[in-house]
DNA sequence: CTGTTAGCGCGTTCAC
DNA sequence: GTGAACGCGCTAACAG
């Protein structure tokens, strides 16, 4: 048999005393008599009281719980992110309800409903691939519930937004590869509904049309996701050409790992005959022969901005006057697997 | 300013009816007229109404979430563990909160706190590496609330338990490279307050005395986390051994890869002229070169299994009569780095 | 210093 | 078919 967690007043009742006194008791309240409140934080030790926050949070109408969306957990990239939210929401107090919409809009809709039904304060969403209708999220901010949206842009909702400038980061790269000599420069671009793989995709085109590289269709492959399988037959694609690139600029470090592979087994040696550059800087990276060249990004303070837009907001009775979004920088690490 | 999100009473209100018939018509109540249901549930729609779950749990004594506490989220296996239990429990309408411990006793404890405070309806824990005392999970079986350990063992604490075969892993993976030949087989363990490394230790050596191996103090380092760096120094002070080892059983595949970086940069042949054989089957460790030989734990079956014995405990009113302590095999995978 | 009352939002009696 | 009353656990306002 269940026996009932205690409640204060279970403890006031073996005490002889009201519930509002024990409640004080155990708030540091100033009017209350020594001997009470020594005998309540007593009783409430031994009888192991946890107050119910459930109650308290129907009462106050806060959780301090928010509730956090991302399309997957297992890439270190939104684990990164995730960490540097907990950093800043720990000293806070405030909890996280995480999931992830494992790239369907379908399951980010549900997860998003029971969020709201649970009435987390606020929302950190980076929307999944699918998603392309923002009706769901303009609900909450037309309900005055808080959301920041980071990394993937949702064009369109005006919210309060964090990225990382992907034009900046994938046009450092590119530069870098045709100064070092590159001419046949390709790209793995990933799934083409992600702003982000947009945007490396255009600072790629930019940055050969700067400095006249003519843009081949060809040199243009999309991969469907970001592990090293999903890197493999693009790559093989890209080496059957009949004129094979000299540089594989990949939309991230796992598709550019892939490649990598695909490459030695080709018999190719990089980065003599075939540079290769990744992006999101994963922590193994450095670790593969050659080494992975890739550009960083500040993936632990994209999670702790975030965080701390969305608490202001929180904090602020979401005053949507000011709406913020804000930019960080990514940087390009030259490595063994380019010149 | 704030608007209040809409309840019940505002939709009664406005229908002009009482809370109850709004509460009978949104829950499918079979005593109702078809007029008022429709009207209830149009209106309810336009309002944009999110029953509020605090309230309703308040009522039901259960939140339908259940806390997590990993080490660290950022690992594929603990990251994988989640997928799983995220998997099992989505279905059912079952939120998680996850956090992190950091490794940190303190931190674990308080996390456990808030998660109680928040009426969670069970806990999921893998403790961390300082947890050595267990009278905070004491306490949850005390009050009665569901607990399921996994992964890493707390000794004596009577709860259920959902394991993988550590020793059998290690063993197979030591035994393999003894029958491959290697003799001077050296061990990078991970902290010994881990029951996982210490029943990999265990293993080690009783695979080594099986067959007739001395074992030698010297071939046994302890690294001090479970990334590539924690296996660079260890990794450094074998190779400076008068006899250096013909092998390496890391404790994990993020120490071996840094295992297999120190041992190449020091001009020696993977696996010609040493084995390396770590554990996890890190997605990314069959793309390095030489491919990582490791031990694969079948990670995803961890977290659904035991997510699903904490859902039988909860559902059956936590009957402490049957604490089920389940083990899941690994497995050796063979590949590149050993012969 | 302490007790009483009320209400957060909801479902569930028990009436009518 | 529907409404009124009650209580989940807690704090804040109002009395004493």
Not at 13 to 36: G, Q, Y
Not at 257 to 269: E, H, P, S, T
Not at 281 to 302: A, G, K, M, N
Not at 313 to 338: F, M
């Amino acid at each position: 048999m269940k026996k009932a967690r205690t409640t204060i007043t279970d403890i006031a009742r073996e005490l002889n005393i009201s519930p509002s006194t024990v409640s004080r008791a155990l708030n540091n309240h100033p009017a209350i008599s020594k001997k009470t409140r020594d005998a309540v934080i007593e009783l409430a030790k031994t009888l192991n009281y946890q107050p119910n926050l459930l109650a308290l949070n129907l009462l106050r109408k806060r959780t301090n719980t928010i509730g956090i969306i991302v399309p997957e957990i297992t890439s270190s990239f939104f684990s990164s992110v995730i960490n540097g939210i907990q950093d800043l929401l720990s000293p806070l107090g405030v909890n996280m309800m995480i999931s992830q919409s494992n790239e369907s809009m379908e399951e980010e809709k549900s997860i998003l409903r029971s969020f709201a039904s649970i009435r987390v304060d606020g929302f950190l969403i980076s929307p999944s691939s699918e998603t392309k209708n923002f009706d769901h999220l303009k609900i909450l901010t037309d309900n005055n519930i808080p959301l920041v949206i980071f990394d993937r842009d949702c064009e369109g909702l005006e919210v309060d937004k964090v990225f990382v400038d992907e034009y900046s980061g994938a046009f450092q790269a590119v530069e870098y590869l045709v100064k070092t000599g590159c001419r046949r420069i390709a790209h793995i671009a990933g799934p083409l509904s992600l702003s982000t793989a947009r945007h490396r995709l255009k600072a790629y085109k930019d940055a050969l049309a700067l400095h006249h590289v003519p843009v081949k269709e060809e040199y243009i492959v999309e991969s469907s996701g970001f592990t090293p399988e999903h890197g493999i037959k693009p790559t093989q694609k890209l080496l059957a050409l009949p004129s094979p690139p000299d540089a594989v600029f990949a939309i991230n470090d796992g598709v550019a790992i892939g490649a990598m592979y695909v490459i030695k087994k080709a018999g190719l040696v990089i980065p003599d005959e075939i540079s290769v550059v990744g992006f999101d800087d994963d922590p193994h990276s450095c670790y593969f022969s050659p080494s992975l060249s890739t550009v960083w990004q500040p993936t632990y303070e994209l999670g702790m901005l975030s965080a701390r837009i969305l608490m202001k907001r929180i904090n602020s009775n979401n005053d949507l006057s000011d709406i913020r979004v804000e930019e960080l920088y990514p940087e390009l690490i030259v490595r063994g697997s380019s010149k």
